[in-house]
């Protein structure tokens, strides 16, 4: 790693207590830049999850998390209980403790070689950020990126990580070889709730501009609105503020859902709500009751009957037109002007950009390209 020396303490006994199932930690690590938080890199055995039941409610059958933990820190994050599986808890560990998969890339490869025919699509953060911080010390993506690319799987990334710009000439890459789907994950347009709430992301405005430079990019950017915050983020002025920015920014569609509290994420949310919107916390206890973790079915419809208007006024309706058929496809990831035939005219498969070359990790660029001839 290029960043060794900034090791202050490798290998904390201490800090590996709730790492102690995992046999394959590297080493754990903290650096000046990113105070309070622990690095733990791990040798990742596999990399690609396969997400029983996919549905259209969750229409990705495979998913990739190069880290675990996520110091984006949002207050409402549903992934935050499964920190506990490693005996991590589901508060300040889910942001401070970072798993980093530090082969992610080599093993995406390796096991997109031998399983390509069964994975039609995969879908990036949908657990935890794939371009939180650390992504800019560990620069995982890109190697991910080209071996998707390099196997013709199609993938989609959802983020709320401005990072996402360094990549974004790999990524129009990959998109003439397989369709790619981008969305930005932008909620809250308040400045002082998004830093209460998000504390550890960038700002709207930042978030904005990186969906402008997908766009100039050449590349679709959705904006998902999620989660929306009941009684802090629904009123009619702040939905049709974000709507109008969304649009500005050049946003191609919106998606959008009402806060979910699980288990883990609800005791914390809830700690948050008491110390910064105390008078919001009775109405929170009657709408996330018991181990109901998603809002009521009644509070839904009333979002939906308020939001759909805007959204269809401003714009930015779910789904693509295809400008080849003039229909409407619901999947963003289904891009358009992609030629879903995987060989050239001859017959012959697309050569790899040089780009994407560059960026495939060792073993899979050998793969791909060949073993340099030494005579
Ligand atoms: S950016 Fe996403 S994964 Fe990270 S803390 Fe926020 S909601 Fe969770």
Known sequence: MRWANQA????QSNSLTGLAKLSNVVRSVQT?????????????????????????AMPFAWTINPYRGCSHSCVYCFARNTHTYLEFDAGRDFDNEIIVKINVAEVVAKELRTKRD??????????TDPYQRAEGRYRLMPGII???????????????????????PLLVEANKRVP?????????????????????????KARLATVTAVRE???????????????LTDTNAHLDEALRQIKAAGATSVLYTAMHLRPGTKE????????????????????????????????????????????????????????????????????????????????????????????????????????????
């Open 8 to 11: 202050i303490s490798t290998e």
């Open 32 to 56: 000046p830049e990113f105070a309070g938080i622990t690095f733990h890199e791990v040798l990742a055995k596999t990399a690609l999850n396969h997400v029983p039941g996919a549905s259209n």
């Open 118 to 127: 069964r994975v039609p699509v995969v879908a990036l953060g949908t657990n």
């Open 146 to 168: 080209a071996a998707l690319a390099e196997a013709e799987t199609p993938f989609s990334i959802l983020t709320k990580g401005t990072l996402l710009r360094r990549d974004l």
């Open 180 to 204: 790619v789907s981008l969305a930005m994950s932008i909620a809250i347009f308040d400045d002082d709730l998004q830093q209460s709430v998000e504390p550890g992301t960038p700002t709207a």
């Open 217 to 231: 990019a050449g590349l679709d950017c959705s904006v998902f609105m999620m989660p929306i915050l009941p009684h």
């Open 268 to 375: 914390w949310f809830m700690l948050w709500l008491e110390r910064e919107h105390p008078d919001l916390v009775e109405k929170y206890r009657y709408m996330y009751y018991g181990v109901n973790s998603y809002a009521p079915k009644e509070y839904r419809k009333w979002l939906a009957a308020k939001i759909q208007p805007l959204i269809r006024k401003h714009g930015l309706t779910r789904g693509h037109e295809d400008p080849t058929t003039g229909g409407v496809a619901a999947a963003p990831v289904r891009s358009f002007g992609y030629s879903q035939s995987k060989t050239d005219a001859r017959g012959e498969r697309m050569p790899l950009s040089p780009l994407i070359a560059e960026e495939l990790p060792p073993t899979a660029a050998i793969a791909a390209i060949g073993a340099p001839t030494l005579f």
